[in-house]
């Protein structure tokens, strides 16, 4: 705080009529977007150098000679500026109206309609009728590699995706060749972006449809999807993401901003691998075995003579968890078996043997490890076994005599002989497996996208995802049979809600104690002492 | 009389070496005077050199007139790093040739200028950016800069006084854009010409991020003679605000084109009808452009007692730019005249900003239906909308520059326009 009481910091600027304090070399933009006042643009993105050529966010400075592009313009002390005087509005309406004199407005065919910023922007504040008569400029469609096609007539020329390949994939895949009206985005060379592993942020970032991406090409209207934030299940980077479904059919998966974790990014690697979420083979019912073989119950029908089973006492417990499943799921497994008199719990995960760093943000890296919840997993205890596939490692516990538990694993190298000779034989998952032949008990649980719940990504940060899809069945999140067993063998309340068996987890760990739901939020919060990293 | 035509009205100091095969050596450049500016400015001291041309008044040639004293004292005078010097000789302003002349005939001239400047400024490059397509004059310069190199008057320890400067030629590629100061600073750099967002000036931050100051040709061949002679006897020439002489390039319709070097303040009347000779039996004034195709047309009217300096060509509604007098006699096609002229800047947008980028050649795609009668009235207030949009709005001026000519002549030869509209008669056939 300086003398006069104003802290030397900041500065206090008004902008139309409002007043707002706002810390030093803070742009116009920005400020205004403390105030939850979006200036139009196209060029301008948070996450990459701003060019100022748009020309959309020119705004109105008392004072100034012109108008200023409130991008790049520094909000000052004492500063007054309107956004929606009548020269900035017409400003605007000036420059939409010069987009649209070239462009094609297919908007009917157009992957991005719905979600184009040239519709929103001219719907706002365009013309009610353009003025251009003349013929149209044609450059028609480019095929740009990789997942990317290009429509060189619907393209601003805001250059985002030249920057994010120059500043961020530092990849300098693209660029603007010809100059004037024509002005083209192109690649250097034949392959185009192909290869460069984080280039489909670029469709993500292209503020119209000039960038679309080819695996979601025409699948879906934009306006038909439902956007759930989720975490990509990938890689132990767990980037934020949506996952933006139809039909209750993951259609694909969108980056979603957290600075802390992937700033506005997430790779090719992630984002191409939802597939499975949309595997039609699933696990619908609770099954029973008979001796002819597993007969389809209902949840009753199975806890109860499962309790019982469990309550007999069918020797030493061996567990096989998933490092796909939530920290709920496996701290309820955790319990379950320390209920049972303990034992050890494996999982397996594959791992790449290189990473995939983004080089203008090398905290987002695809990591070694292509799963989710590895560090959850760890820090309750459970032990890495098998090869960097994802797979072996589990001859010994195949012919397991005592109890033997398996969550998530789908245990697709082993055979129907898996846990023939297991006393009694539980078995969760989402999808049908002939390793699960000979369990008990099969329980049909949700996956990670159809269930609310928290992954721990690699440097410990816990968090949240939400359900995107409607589970198959009676399948359940897998935390709440397993809790429910894990209290009634133990004579405790069960959780009942996803929050209480969160709780769960900070009981068997210290690394997970004092963190809430709600202070985990939408950015995630780091575990306790998280100094340990794993290997890699 | 000389150099494909001078006039006694003339007052020849830049040019004075136009037509002299001789002046574009060393020694006979040396024979007439040359680098006693140099060798002056150096026994000065850097503050006086800086003193000597603030009071000559002396402003930029290139276009916007800016007093050039001014300009070399907004470096910093504590140096941190390199400071550089650039040479804005990409001349590529339709109607414009002054330059070029400058270079071709009195390329030690250029280099002495050069050299004084970067002194002035503590700059320790020079760069010389060179239109791509004067490849002749690319020629000339690099030779005489070898030259200065060879006599010790260029690189290090000029003139045993301690000082170090280096010159270099830089080849442009061919693009307009590159005369903007900053796009010619990213061509330097070996990108593409884009101008840049202006704050930060190059005096803070130039080319290869450092201060840096960048003069015009003819701003720069000025400067050895006010060094010798000091700033009070160039501003016997010319008008307070404008003073010294300035090279006029003449084009268009007059007898005699070309370029001629006057006071400022020299009567436009008096350009056209005695230096240039008139026009053809029969034929009369109907428009000048008198700065280059950048700026608003001026009608005969406008022409009328109008002097010749920046004040006195604002005053009649255009602007002086860098005094490439462009001159129409009544048969000309005015319309076809600003289309093609809007082709011009189109072709050469940088792309960049969308008013210019998306302006320029909606414009002159209406301006081609009008021009074939295929317009409306309704297009002409559509023009000048448009042209409006494009003013004030962009990173650098070419889109004003683009809109001028259009908003202007729709102003002032709005019949010319009407009879495409509504007869489709165009008035005029050059
Ligand atoms: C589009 C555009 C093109 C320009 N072309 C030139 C040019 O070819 N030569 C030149 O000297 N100045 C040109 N200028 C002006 C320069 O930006 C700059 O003002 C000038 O070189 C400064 O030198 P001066 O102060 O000596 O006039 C151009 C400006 C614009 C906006
Ligand atoms: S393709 Fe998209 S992101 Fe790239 S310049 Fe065009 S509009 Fe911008
Ligand atoms: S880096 Fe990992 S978490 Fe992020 S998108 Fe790629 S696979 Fe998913
Ligand atoms: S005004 Fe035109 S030439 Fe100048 S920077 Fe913008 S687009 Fe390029």
Not at chain 1, 103 to 124: A, M, N, R, T, W
Not at chain 1, 179 to 193: L, M, Q, Y
Request: aromatic share 8%.
């Amino acid at each position: 705080m300086g003398d006069n009481g104003h802290d030397s910091d900041t500065v206090t600027l008004t902008i139309d009529g409002l007043e707002v304090t706002v810390p030093k070399g803070t742009t116009i933009l920005q400020a205004a977007e403390a105030l939850g006042n979006r200036i139009p643009h196209y060029c301008y993105h948070p996450g990459l150098s701003a060019p100022a050529q748009c020309r959309l966010c020119l705004v109105e400075v008392e004072g100034a000679p012109k108008l200023a592009p409130s991008c790049v313009t520094d909000a000052q002390d004492g500063q007054v500026v309107h956004t929606e005087s009548e020269s900035a509005k017409g400003m605007r309406q000036g420059v939409l109206e010069f987009y649209l004199a070239n462009h094609p407005l297919d908007c009917p065919i157009c992957d991005q309609s719905g979600e184009c910023k040239l519709q929103d922007y001219v719907f706002e504040e365009g013309r009610k009728h353009g003025r251009s008569r003349e013929p149209k400029r044609v450059f028609g469609r480019d095929d740009f590699g990789g997942d990317v096609l290009f429509y060189g007539d619907r393209c601003v020329m805001c250059t985002r995706c030249v920057r994010f390949m120059d500043e961020m994939a530092q990849d300098p895949r693209l660029t603007v060749v010809e100059r004037g009206n024509r002005s083209i985005i192109d690649t250097f060379f034949e392959e185009g972006v192909e290869g460069s592993p984080y280039s489909g942020n670029i469709v993500d970032i292209c503020p119209v449809g000039a960038l679309v991406s080819k695996d979601f090409l025409h699948k879906a209207r934009a306006w038909d999807l439902d956007h759930t934030p989720s975490i990509c299940p990938n890689c132990s980077q767990g980037c934020n993401i949506d996952l933006h479904t139809r039909d209750n059919l993951v259609q694909r998966l969108k980056p979603r901003p957290n600075l802390d974790v992937n700033e506005y990014w997430m790779c090719d690697y992630g984002r191409h691998r939802y597939e499975w979420m949309n595997r039609g083979d699933r696990i619908e019912v609770p099954l029973v075995r008979r001796d002819d073989g597993h007969e389809a119950t209902d949840w009753p029908g199975v806890l109860e003579p499962l309790l019982e089973s469990l309550r007999e006492g069918k020797g030493p417990v061996r567990a096989v968890a998933s490092p796909f499943v939530s920290n709920e799921a496996l701290a309820a497994l955790a319990s379950l078996v320390e209920a049972l008199g303990g034992g050890e719990i494996v999982f397996r995960s594959a791992r790449a043997d290189t990473e995939i760093p983004l080089p203008g943000f090398p905290k987002l890296t695809r990591r070694h490890d292509l799963v989710p919840n590895r560090r959850g997993a760890e820090i309750l205890g459970m032990t890495r076994v098998g090869s960097d596939d994802g797979s072996s490692g589990l001859d010994e516990l195949a012919d397991h005599r005592g109890t033997l538990l398996v969550l998530g694993d789908e245990l697709a190298d082993l055979g129907p002989d898996f846990g023939a000779r297991a006393s009694l034989y539980l078995y969760l998952g989402s999808h049908p497996t002939p390793a699960a032949t000979a369990a008990d008990f099969v329980l049909p649980i949700t996956t990670h996208a159809e269930e609310e719940g928290t992954f721990t990504n690699y440097e410990g940060r816990v968090q949240r995802f939400w359900p995107a899809l409607q589970g198959p069945g009676a399948a359940r999140p897998a935390w709440l049979p397993l809790s429910l067993l894990a209290a009634r063998m133990e004579g405790t309340r069960s959780p009942s809600r996803v929050d209480e068996a969160f709780l769960r987890a900070g009981e068997l760990a210290p690394e997970f104690r004092g963190l809430a739901y709600e202070s985990i939020g939408t950015r995630g919060a780091l575990v306790n002492e998280p100094a340990v990293l794993p290997e890699g | 009389m000389a150099y494909p035509y001078t006039h006694e009205r003339e007052t020849r100091v830049i040019s004075r070496g136009f037509g002299e095969p001789e002046a574009r050596t060393l020694d006979g450049w040396k024979a007439l005077g040359g680098y006693q500016g140099l060798k002056k400015a150096l026994e000065m001291g850097r503050a006086e050199v800086i003193d000597v041309v603030k009071a000559s008044g002396l402003r930029g040639r290139g276009g916007a007139g800016f007093p050039t004293g001014v300009k070399w004292s907004f470096m910093p005078q504590e140096k941190q790093g390199p400071h550089y010097l650039l040479c804005n000789a990409d001349e590529s302003e339709p109607g414009t040739f002054k330059d070029r002349e400058l270079m071709r005939w009195t390329p030690h001239q250029v280099i002495e200028g050069c050299l004084i400047a970067a002194y002035a400024i503590q700059a320790e490059h020079v760069y010389i950016y060179c239109r791509g397509e004067f490849f002749e004059t690319n020629q000339v310069i690099a030779r005489a800069v070898e030259e200065a190199y060879e006599a010790g008057l260029a690189g290090e320890d000029i003139l045993g006084s301690g000082v170090t400067i280096d010159v270099t030629v830089h080849q442009g590629a061919g693009a307009y854009i590159c005369g903007e100061e900053t796009a010619l600073m990213e061509s330097v750099e070996g990108r593409r010409g884009l101008p840049r967002v202006k704050p930060p000036f190059p005096a803070a931050v130039g080319v290869f991020g450092k201060p840096s100051t960048i003069n015009n040709v003819e701003t720069l061949c000025a400067v050895p003679h006010i060094v010798v002679h000091g700033g009070e006897w160039y501003r016997q020439w010319g008008t307070d605000e404008s003073p010294g002489t300035k090279l006029f390039c003449v084009s268009g319709h007059v007898r005699r084109k070309g370029n001629f070097e006057l006071p400022m303040g020299f009567p436009l009347e008096d350009l056209l009808y005695d230096v240039c000779g008139g026009f053809e039996k029969g034929r009369k004034l109907k428009a000048v452009i008198p700065g280059g195709s950048s700026v608003p047309f001026m009608t005969a009217e406008d022409c009328k007692d109008c002097s010749l300096s920046y004040e006195g060509v604002v005053e009649k509604g255009s602007m002086l730019g860098c005094a490439s007098v462009m001159v129409m006699d009544d048969r000309t096609n005015i319309v076809k005249q600003v289309r093609r002229t809007v082709d011009f800047f189109a072709h050469e947008s940088c792309g960049q900003c969308t008013p210019c980028r998306e302006g320029t050649t909606w414009l002159s795609r209406i301006l081609l239906r009008i021009e074939r009668g295929k317009g409306t009235e309704e297009d002409l207030d559509t023009l000048v909308d448009l042209g409006r949009q494009m003013t004030g709005t962009t990173i650098c001026v070419l889109s004003d520059s683009a809109a001028a000519p259009v908003i202007s002549s729709i102003e002032k030869f709005r019949d010319d326009y009407l009879a495409l509209i509504r007869r489709g008669e165009a008035v005029g056939t050059a």
